[in-house]
């Protein structure tokens, strides 16, 4: 079963609660502190379903136990990021200060963060060095919410699913 993964329309959150959209940037810099980005694939469900509209906020402090969105780097040069919905079961430890995170070229201990999904049940560890960015999920787009679009800078079309 895929791991979920979102599409790259993100789409700002201003504070007055409407969505203005875009698809992702090249440096996730450019992103907006809110943005809206759909599911694809139902490995958090039924607690999140494949498609629904979630908003993520890349400034809100993210825990154990919060839903985030992992952004992980290409394998490939030139391949955009993956994204990944789950369920944050281990945080980044203490050192691990920002993202994009490089490992200490003469250690052997890794940073890593664990993280989790209810469909089929599974957990596993991603190496920070592997994480471009971790924003936290605040919950599902409202039903009744208008979406508007605008350009954000360096705008990508598509993440890889």
């Given at each position: 079963m895929p791991n979920a993964t979102v599409r790259a329309n993100a789409q700002a959150m201003p504070k007055a609660g409407r969505?203005?959209?875009?698809?992702?940037?090249d440096d996730?810099?450019?992103?907006?502190?809110?943005y809206a980005m759909p599911v694809i694939g139902d490995c958090l469900a039924p607690e999140v379903?494949?498609?629904?509209?979630?908003?993520?906020?890349?400034?809100?402090?993210y825990n154990?136990?919060?839903l985030v969105v992992v952004f992980l780097r290409s394998a490939t040069p030139g391949e955009q990021p993956r994204a990944l919905v789950k369920r944050l079961i281990m945080a980044p430890?203490?050192?691990?200060k920002?993202?994009?995170?490089?490992?200490?070229?003469?250690?052997?201990?890794?940073?890593?963060?664990?993280?989790?999904?209810?469909?089929?049940?599974?957990?596993?560890?991603?190496?920070?060095?592997?994480?471009?960015?971790?924003?936290?999920?605040?919950?599902?787009?409202p039903a009744n919410a208008s979406l508007d679009f605008a350009?954000?800078?360096s705008a990508r079309?598509?993440?890889?699913?």
């Open positions: 969505l203005v959209g875009a698809p992702l940037p996730l810099a450019y992103m907006p502190d809110q379903r494949d498609g629904a509209l979630l908003i993520f906020d890349k400034t809100a402090a154990p136990g919060d430890p203490s050192w691990v920002a993202f994009p995170f490089e490992d200490h070229p003469e250690s052997d201990v890794l940073a890593l963060i664990g993280v989790e999904q209810i469909n089929p049940q599974r957990r596993f560890t991603i190496r920070c060095a592997a994480v471009l960015a971790i924003h936290k999920c605040l919950g599902e787009v350009p954000i800078p079309k598509e993440i890889a699913q």
